[in-house]
């Protein structure tokens, strides 16, 4: 049965399409998706992380979302929360108007269903019964514009804010300075996107009352949008100048616009402000300002002073997802690689690049071994312990059909070049042929004396590659099942099998710690690559075939340059054996699969780790590639069968 998992209920499009954004732009501080600016608003416009690949030790690690115009000024929700607070607290017996006080009486009840409860509507209704006994109440219009902001209705929200700017207000010491409504009426402008209109608004704020420091963090917030990043500065500071250094939103924004400008000790030094502050709502800022720092200790090369800024803002916002996964890029660095996946785990992304869950193998001994995809891309088929193999639609995640080896666990699947042909091997020493349309039997060859742990067609589709326990490698005629060559050369099992594109040369890796390389026209032994600890349990050729990678029960994958024979770099990341490996078609990305229950994607050029996907429950023990690169498949030991979107589609 195939579970759907919609891609977009936990990652929008947009977010997978800049987690490797960032690839082309991995030392631009101001490209999108690796900027250190946050979005519009002050605090995080949502909880979804944003990803970045862990591509070069130079990359500038996000140090907030995305733009996103549709979210609050958190600063601004608190001014106007705070002015409407006071205004209830006056006394209304004191004023001699009976009018105005049966207006803000009413205004009262609108301030309590609009704080208290988060009624917007309730809200509005007592903020109309105000303004019905009072129509020139600047201060009604205020909030009602508020409330229907909130509520969606920003073309109403305009109005009032207009009217307001109109009308004299009840209570203002000031009447000549009275600028609320241009704030409110700019944070609308902002969420509409009309940032000109905005900046409008906060420009006449400012002339009105210069001293009107929320207008100032306003239009800096404007100036960041349009990246005149030293006018942003300029505002800020004056903001901070007014208020004695005690506005903590300023110091986060102007610390985030110094990080994205490289002044790294400007930076730490303003988010280190804000975490100190004593203001009123200090600490609403103080999860951003501690992850924020923890980023620039990050990009400094200082992964233990990142993790601890990591830890305080998860332990002040246990939903900070950006912070876990931040953070286990930060164990990474320092090897805690069993740190690190259980903060991918906390961070949830990788939910948001399942594509389908495939659950039709079962029983006590259900686990699956490995999977395949045909070269059209259009089936897959799992092999099980449960006897079976499925055959899916790799489109819908729709069963096609059960073939059933009758007994033994499947150990392999392979398709034939011309996908019309499936090989399986088991554990009873014996492969079986089957054609794909009908699933009907072709043909059975025996000639193993032990389990046959890996299939592989010759990219001619000529003949058939078996890797056995027995420690021999044979190869087989797929019309006849003849035998036609039979290699020894390895002291222990042969795990994994792989033909070089030119078919001119098949490798093995096996349990003696070596990956050997034969010449398929004769049998002989060309080489024997050395270097890793325990047993090769996986290899792959390149698409080009200049180079194999070999995954082993070290932990460790290793990139081999055929040409000269030599190791070209080692990947390190799993915690448990790299059961499984395939290259992408254009040869850029590793996937493999471990028995640390995870899937790694590595940047074959660089060796690091782009990211890590959780969802087994158990060992993983075969990946593949789709032929056009746009999914992975995964099979394990938790009998489930998933399909993931790549994070660059």
């Given at each position: 049965m195939a579970e759907a998992v919609p891609i977009n209920k936990y990652l929008s499009s947009l977010q997978v399409e800049k987690t490797f954004a960032v690839l082309e732009k991995a030392t631009n501080f101001i490209a999108t998706g690796s900027s250190f600016i946050p979005d519009i608003s002050i605090l995080r416009a949502t909880l979804a992380p944003t990803f970045a690949p862990t591509l070069a030790p130079t990359f500038a690690p996000t140090?907030?979302?995305?733009?996103?115009?549709?979210?609050?000024?958190?600063?601004?929700?608190?001014?106007?929360?705070?002015?409407?607070?006071?205004?209830?607290?006056?006394?209304?017996?004191?004023k001699k108007d009976s009018f105005v006080s049966a207006a803000l009486e009413s205004y009262k009840l609108g301030v309590e269903k609009a704080q208290e409860k988060a009624d917007y509507k309730g809200a509005v209704k007592h903020y109309s019964d105000a303004l019905s006994k009072d129509g020139k109440f600047a201060e009604a219009h205020v909030s009602r514009g508020r409330a229907y902001s909130e509520l969606g209705d920003q073309e109403r929200a305009i109005a009032d804010y207009t009217i307001a700017m109109n009308v004299s207000p009840k209570f203002a010491e000031d009447k000549d300075r009275y600028v609320e409504p241009l704030l409110g009426r700019g944070t609308v402008y902002i969420k509409l996107g009309n940032y000109q209109a905005a900046l409008d608004d906060f420009n006449l704020a400012i002339k009105l009352n210069p001293d009107f420091y929320d207008a100032y963090l306003a239009r800096a917030i404007i100036y960041i949008e349009q990246k005149d990043y030293q006018q942003a500065i300029k505002d800020l500071t004056e903001a901070l100048n007014l208020t004695a250094d005690n506005y903590p939103a300023a110091f986060l924004k102007r610390g985030s616009v110094w990080a994205e400008l490289g002044e790294y000790e400007k930076a730490i030094e303003d988010f280190t402000q804000a975490i100190d502050n004593q203001a009123d709502d200090a600490s609403t800022y103080f999860p951003d300002a501690y992850y924020k720092r923890g980023l620039i200790n990050l990009n400094l090369g200082k992964p233990e002073k990142a993790i601890k800024d990591f830890n305080n803002a998860i332990n002040l916002d246990s939903k900070y997802y950006e912070a876990y996964y931040k953070r286990a890029i930060a164990h990474e660095k320092i090897g805690e690689y069993e740190a690190a996946n259980q903060d991918y785990i906390n961070a949830n992304y990788s939910k948001g690049l399942l594509t389908y869950n495939l659950t039709g193998h079962s029983g006590m001994f259900g686990a699956v071994r490995s999977v395949a995809i045909s070269p059209d891309g259009i089936t897959?088929?799992?092999?099980?312990?449960?006897?079976?193999?499925?055959?899916?639609?790799?489109?819908?995640?729709?069963?096609?059909?059960?073939?059933?080896?009758?007994?033994?666990?499947?150990?392999?699947?392979?398709?034939?070049?011309d996908g019309q042909t499936l090989a399986s091997s088991t554990t009873q020493k014996i492969i079986k042929f089957w054609n794909v349309s009908t699933g009907e039997e072709i043909l059975t060859i025996s000639g193993h004396y032990d389990w046959i742990h890996s299939l592989a067609f010759s990219p001619d589709g000529q003949?058939?590659?078996?890797?056995?326990?027995?420690?021999t490698i044979k190869f087989w005629n797929i019309e006849t099942?003849?035998?036609i060559h039979s290699f020894s050369g390895h002291s222990d099992y042969i795990k994994s099998l792989s033909f070089s594109p030119n078919n001119n040369i098949i490798a093995s890796g096996s349990c003696d710690k070596t990956i050997k390389l034969w010449d398929v026209q004769t049998g002989k032994e060309i080489n024997t690559l050395k270097g890793h600890q325990q047993c090769v349990r996986a290899i792959a050729f390149s698409p080009n075939g200049q180079t194999l990678a070999s995954g082993s029960q070290d932990n460790n994958?290793?990139?081999?340059?055929?040409?000269?024979?030599?190791?070209?770099?080692?990947?390190?990341?799993?915690y448990n054996a790299v059961t499984s490996l395939a290259f992408s078609p254009d040869g850029l990305t590793i996937v493999s699969g471990s028995d640390d229950k995870t899937i790694k994607l590595w940047d074959v050029q660089t060796g690091l780790?782009?990211?890590?996907?959780?969802?087994?429950?158990?060992y993983v023990e075969s990946v593949a590639f789709s032929p056009d690169g746009k999914n992975i498949v995964s099979g394990g030991y938790d009998k489930t069968v998933k399909v993931w979107q790549m994070p660059w589609q």
């Open positions: 140090l907030a979302p995305t733009f996103a115009p549709f979210s609050l000024i958190y600063r601004v929700d608190f001014f106007f929360e705070a002015q409407e607070l006071n205004l209830i607290k006056i006394n209304i017996n004191d897959l088929a799992s092999g099980s312990e449960d006897s079976t193999i499925k055959l899916w639609n790799l489109k819908t995640g729709q069963e096609i059909k059960t073939l059933f080896v009758n007994s033994g666990s499947v150990l392999a699947v392979s398709f034939s070049p003949i058939i590659a078996s890797g056995s326990d027995d420690k099942g003849e035998k994958i290793i990139l081999w340059d055929l040409q000269n024979n030599r190791q070209i770099r080692t990947f390190k990341g799993h780790t782009i990211i890590t996907l959780f969802g087994h429950e158990s």
